[in-house]
């Protein structure tokens, strides 16, 4: 196959494509075979006529094919390799920690080797798990080992399930592949922005954990890694608790995939002796607009022809030396709540698949390097994090979120809400974010702006709702790994994903998991 880039009309269809590659490049719309859209980015033409920029793959004969690779500038060839594991032979089986995304493709990947892989997850399946989320968000009941952060399919699941994949390689192909298998859109192939919906993400998520089961996989729920068992400098076993109880696998694999949030099996790896060190991470809040009126400002004349919730990337580089960037935008969703330990406050963001709920939202936030944290304590990050959201809960001693106005952000004066109801599901308190974060942290985001208003005209939203803390957009440290994917001095240890600083969403994550289960079955080739 070869690729070419095209504009399509909004509403397009089979033809369309091949009338436009016929008009593109000197090809006979009746010599196109197969079509493949790899790439769709909506754009508004002229402020007025929304179209689609496209890549897309399609088939001719092999000699036609040729022919047109020489026009270098219009056609280039493509292969749509996708990752396939080679079959191994594990003495003993291979142990996953963790059933977030680098861990559930992790085991997908092993398994499909023939290993045999075994999962251990704290928290609960994702039937089990949404019962649990429900009651904190309507009850503010907290179950510190299953929620928003721990649980089947990890912190992805219920925020939304954003994809973002670049340029895609095998590793992405396979991922997007498993996720459509599983039921999700064919569209997340090509979109640049795909998502799969918290409504349908728990129907993925189970489809890929059958799979690994039908190909000899193992889940242990509500089981927490504990302990590594090492001798000479090589993993001979691990450790978890579930009922109480302390058990051990027998085991010279462990994908460490454990998230971003397990911090006390981070502290624990780290007394252990795991070579860490801090990295930089965000921290800020959650912005709501109205979804409409985000639609307007993106869209503009050609709001009311769009069907689809717009979305938006902003980031700017403030003379301080901080960057200010949004993250996990959320077009018609909801901010959610997403503590994992008790007395805290953490929030993040989520939409269903047909994203139209009322408000969009989020995260703003304020780039935090090791400097700031004037410590060697690699995991003094892990520490603000946490003053951040005990203080937030402090205000009034409950799981009500901190909120304030935009228009009352730079003086931290609170003057009630207009025009924006903010989503939070346990409810806010108004207050200032100088009260439980950093100065520079509220100020960052007050001065950043300006600038956003400038790349989005009316961004600058009056009556935008803020709510916050938001510190777990990514983790605050990173577990060191060699060029074989183990820690070092812990032979068949493999650090992974999001939790061990390696990945910074759904796609990013998998795609490590898959890396470093390659990196296993490399071993143990048969």
Known sequence: MIKTELVLPYRYSTDTVKEAISEHLPVCKNEINEIRLLKRELVINDGKTPVYKTTVAFSLGEEREAGLLKIKKRVSPFDGEIFSAKQSHFDKRPVIAGAGPSGLFAALTLAESGARPIVIERGLSVDERREKINTFSKLGILDIECNVQFGEGGAGTYSDGKLKTGSKDKYKLKVLEEFING?????????????????????????????????????????????ITVKNDTLVGVMYERDGQTLTLDTDTLILAIGHSARDTVCHLKEKGLHMKAKGFGIGMRIE???????????RDASSEVVESASYHLVTHLPSG?????????????????????????????????????????????????????????LAGIELQRQIESRAYGLSNSYKAPAIKLSDLKTGKCGGFSGVTPSYPIGVIEASPYDYMPDYIPESISAAMPDFNDWLSGYYYPDAALTGPETRTTSPIRIERGDDGCAPNFDGVYPTGEGAGYAGGIVSSATDGIKMAEKAIEKHLK
């Open 322 to 378: 901080r960057s200010v960037y949004s993250f996990c935008m959320c077009p018609g969703g909801e901010v959610v709540a997403a503590t994992s330990e008790a007395g805290a406050i953490v929030t993040n963001g989520m939409s269903e698949y047909a994203r139209m709920a009322d408000n969009s939202n989020a995260a703003i936030l304020v780039s935090v390097t090791p400097e700031d944290l004037r410590s060697d304590d690699p």
């Open 289 to 299: 607009h109205p979804r409409e009126y985000i639609n307007k400002i993106i869209y």
């Open 183 to 227: 039921g999700a859109d064919e569209s997340i192939m090509y979109s640049t922005s795909a998502h799969l919906g918290t409504d349908k993400l728990p129907g993925i998520v189970k489809a890929i954990r059958e799979k690994i089961i039908s190909l000899g996989g193992e889940f242990i729920f509500s089981a927490r890694l504990t302990d």
